[in-house]
C-alpha cells in the first residue's frame, strides 16, 4: 500500500514558510522519491510539480547567499 504524501507536502510548505527554504527542498524530495517509488509515477503532471518546487526552493536558498 503506498504512503501518502499529503504530511510530507505539509511539511515542506511549513519549513518554507518558515524560511527553511534547504530542508523544505529536501522534503519535496522525499516526496517525489515517493511518487515514484510508491505510487509509480513518473512523468505525470504531480512529478512535474514536485520537481518544480524543489528547483524553485533550490533558487530561494541560491538568492539567499
Known amino acids: 500500500k503506498p504512503r501518502f504524501v499529503?504530511?510530507?507536502?505539509a511539511i515542506a510548505m511549513i519549513r518554507e514558510i518558515r524560511g527553511?527554504?534547504?530542508?523544505?527542498?529536501?522534503t519535496w524530495?522525499?516526496?517525489l522519491d515517493a511518487q515514484k517509488?510508491?505510487?509509480?509515477l513518473t512523468e505525470e503532471?504531480?512529478?512535474q510539480e514536485?520537481?518544480?518546487q524543489i528547483r524553485r526552493l533550490?533558487?530561494?536558498e541560491r538568492n539567499r547567499a
Open 6 to 9: 499529503d504530511a510530507l507536502q
Open 20 to 26: 527553511d527554504y534547504r530542508e523544505a527542498a529536501d
Open 29 to 31: 524530495r522525499r516526496v
Open 37 to 40: 517509488t510508491e505510487w509509480g
Open 45 to 47: 503532471t504531480e512529478v
Open 50 to 52: 514536485t520537481e518544480r
Open 58 to 60: 533550490e533558487e530561494r
